[in-house]
């Protein structure tokens, strides 16, 4: 069964200030996604990220994929307020017909202070 | 380019009646998903269609949800009998094919009583 964790699950930055959210997940795929949910809102697609080494960056948002080490980064540059929201990541199982089946990390509540 | 339909917004049944929730996916999406999203958590998928048939139901409670997907664009979501733990937030998504990015809709909130 694949599992997907995100940390931190709560992030409190000030305005300014770098941080990363990491997304491990346990078995092979080479394909991630990062969304953001703002209070009572839906998901809202962020970065598509389809092979090993794959980096795409909008704005102050910069993700990354490793699928060696089962691993992605959401890495936020000079946090400002407007980026405050749930962060999650989700998986797509690999191969054949199985895509589109996303398995979803907790998610990553971020919170930027003034 | 109209997004992803949802209705109603939200809905309050007490425990053991039945719900549905409609959902009208982005025209031309040929592959739609029903997720359930408790609060707090990340949203686990229920149901992937592929045009009109069934691609995975695995985590469906088949005892008590039931969904479709008539004419392989509309689809409905039914709990029956419903209960407290229910209660979450559906989500329906839609996209090109199954090897394309998955839009969603604005979500059903669901409360069991």
């Known amino acids: 069964e694949l599992k997907v964790e995100q940390n931190p699950l709560f992030l409190s930055m000030q305005e300014g200030k770098n941080y990363t959210i990491y997304c491990n997940y346990s078995?092979?795929?080479?394909?991630l996604y990062w969304y953001r949910q703002d209070p009572g809102k839906s998901l809202e697609s962020l970065f598509v990220?389809?092979?090993?080494?794959a980096v795409k960056q909008e704005g102050r948002l910069m993700a990354s994929l490793d699928t060696k080490a089962r691993l992605s980064t959401l890495h936020i540059t000079a946090a400002v307020h407007d980026l405050s929201a749930t962060y999650f990541c989700?998986?797509?199982?690999?191969?054949?017909?199985?895509?589109?089946?996303?398995?979803f990390g907790q998610g990553t509540i971020l919170t930027v202070h003034p | 380019e109209a997004g992803v339909a949802q209705s109603p917004r939200y809905k309050i049944i007490e425990k053991r009646q039945s719900v549905a929730f409609w959902c009208n996916p982005i025209?031309?999406?040929?592959?739609l998903y029903w997720y359930q999203q408790i609060l707090g958590q990340g949203p686990k998928l229920l149901i992937q269609?592929?045009?009109?048939?069934?691609?995975?139901d695995s985590q469906l409670p088949k005892d008590r949800f039931s969904a479709e997907r008539l004419k392989g664009v509309d689809s409905t979501l039914k709990i029956q009998p419903a209960k407290l733990e229910d209660s979450a937030v559906y989500l329906c998504?839609?996209?090109?094919?199954?090897?394309?990015?998955?839009?969603f809709g604005p979500g059903t909130r669901l409360t069991v009583t």
């Open positions: 998504a839609s996209s090109y094919g199954t090897n394309y990015e998955q839009y």
């Open positions: 078995t092979t795929s080479d394909r």
């Open positions: 990220l389809l092979s090993n080494g």
């Open positions: 989700a998986v797509d199982k690999a191969g054949g017909t199985s895509y589109g089946k996303l398995t």
């Open positions: 025209s031309g999406h040929a592959t």
């Open positions: 269609f592929q045009n009109n048939g069934v691609v995975d």
